[in-house]
């Protein structure tokens, strides 16, 4: 049972174009969503965390989290290419749990 | 910023021998963790650590792996007789869990492990 679905790209976009990332999971269990962004051969860093459904945003980024759908979005604004990187999504079902990832979407922004 | 690190940052060994990996987590974290991620695949979590065991670990984490935090500030993944197929990157996090339901998870840069 595959439990975080990712496509892995690579996606290439212009930029300032709209970046939208996608996951979807299959147990309602998981309550906690995370995306990370992880650069070549580097370890992955924390770039939003959510728990409820509905948006998060932080700057330029926004999380969507849709629990009924079990659906979640990072959503990219005015896209720069230093944002070129793999963007991990991973869940928890809380507490200590270890997190299930995302295989992770290749982005490229082409200046 | 406080930072997970970890050593060495690449380490090639032979089939069959015993590696540690070392890790020093953020300094006030209480949980700790080890990941790895086989070349092209999707990062995988291993094994969780609190309060000096074991609290969680995957299938991955059979009899050839252990980990321990030997003193206040390392915590490693040793690995008796690698294989192969243990080839890959290595990471270690960390998280407080400081009074929340959850914590989010700090990555170090991770050990590249090649097994020849």
């Known amino acids: 049972q595959k439990e975080v679905e990712q496509d892995p790209g690579p996606l290439s976009v212009p930029e300032g174009a709209i970046v939208s990332l996608n996951c979807t999971y299959s147990?309602?269990?998981?309550?906690?969503f995370m995306w990370y962004r992880q650069y070549s051969r580097k370890g992955p860093e924390l770039l939003m965390y959510?728990?409820?459904?509905g948006n998060k945003e932080d700057g330029r980024f926004t999380a969507q989290v849709d629990k009924s759908s079990k659906y979640i979005s990072l959503f990219i604004r005015d896209s720069q290419p230093s944002d070129s990187a793999t963007y991990l999504c991973a869940i928890s079902g809380g507490g200590a749990d270890g997190l299930t990832f995302g295989k992770g979407t290749h982005l490229i922004i082409q200046p | 910023e406080p930072e997970v690190t970890q050593t060495p940052s690449h380490q090639v060994t032979q089939m069959g021998q015993e590696v540690i990996l070392r890790c020093v987590p953020i300094?006030?974290?209480?949980?700790f963790y080890w990941y790895r991620q086989i070349l092209g695949q999707k990062v995988e979590f291993l094994v969780s650590?609190?309060?000096?065991?074991?609290?969680?670990k995957s299938e991955i984490f059979d009899d050839q792996f252990s980990v321990e935090r030997p003193d206040g500030s390392n915590f490693t993944l040793k690995i008796r007789s690698t294989k192969l197929e243990d080839s890959a990157m290595y990471f270690c996090a960390s998280t407080s869990l400081g009074g929340g339901l959850t914590d989010t998870q700090y990555f170090g840069p991770g050990t590249r492990l090649t097994v020849l």
């Open positions: 300094s006030n974290h209480l949980y």
């Open positions: 650590f609190y309060n000096n065991e074991i609290s969680e």
């Open positions: 147990n309602s269990a998981f309550q906690y």
């Open positions: 959510t728990y409820s459904s």
